[in-house]
């Protein structure tokens, strides 16, 4: 595995080895003891989440406030944009964004630790990610930051306007959102 620090240090992109023939491909998308000994990650991962959309829609930004989760992300199907937050106020980083384009080709995962908001836009037809998750998806904790914040300058790559939900629709700004410490 080949791991690399994003502008952001805690964030990784991680790039398994990958074993492909003429047959397809093999390749080891979670080995706990691999990640703790090549990052220094020690997690536990309680939940696998698995989603399917369509081309130009937007999930995200999405955090936990009470029961943050860590999440390593890929893509199965199609490309995505990913993007992960720093919410931390403590960081030197707070407030600034990394941007990950993660397709199923590449095989490519990102890890977002907790203390982090995170989105994704899909740039292919149709795009399907698993994440594993480090804590229980509990929706009293759930938090959303709005996607098109002026503060964050995230630059999405979308053809035209996202689709979203009435949730993401309407997520508050960095200056009025709940954060870490």
Known sequence: MKVEIAAIPDVLLITPRVFDDERGFFYESYNQKALAEKTGIDVTFVQDNHSRSQKNVLRGLHYQIGRPQGKLVRALAGTIQDIAVDLRQSSPTFGKSVSYILSAETYQQLWIP?????????????????????????????????????????????EGIPVLSAKDAVGKLLKEAELFV
Do not use: M
């Not at 740039?123 to 998806?137: G, N, P, V, W």
């Not at 929706?139 to 098109?148: A, K, M």
């Open 114 to 158: 907790a203390g982090f908001a995170h989105g994704f836009a899909v740039l292919s037809d149709f795009a399907e990610i698993a994440y594993k998750a480090t804590d229980y998806y509990t929706p009293s904790e759930e938090r959303c930051l709005l996607w098109n914040d002026p503060e964050l300058e995230i630059s999405w790559q979308l």
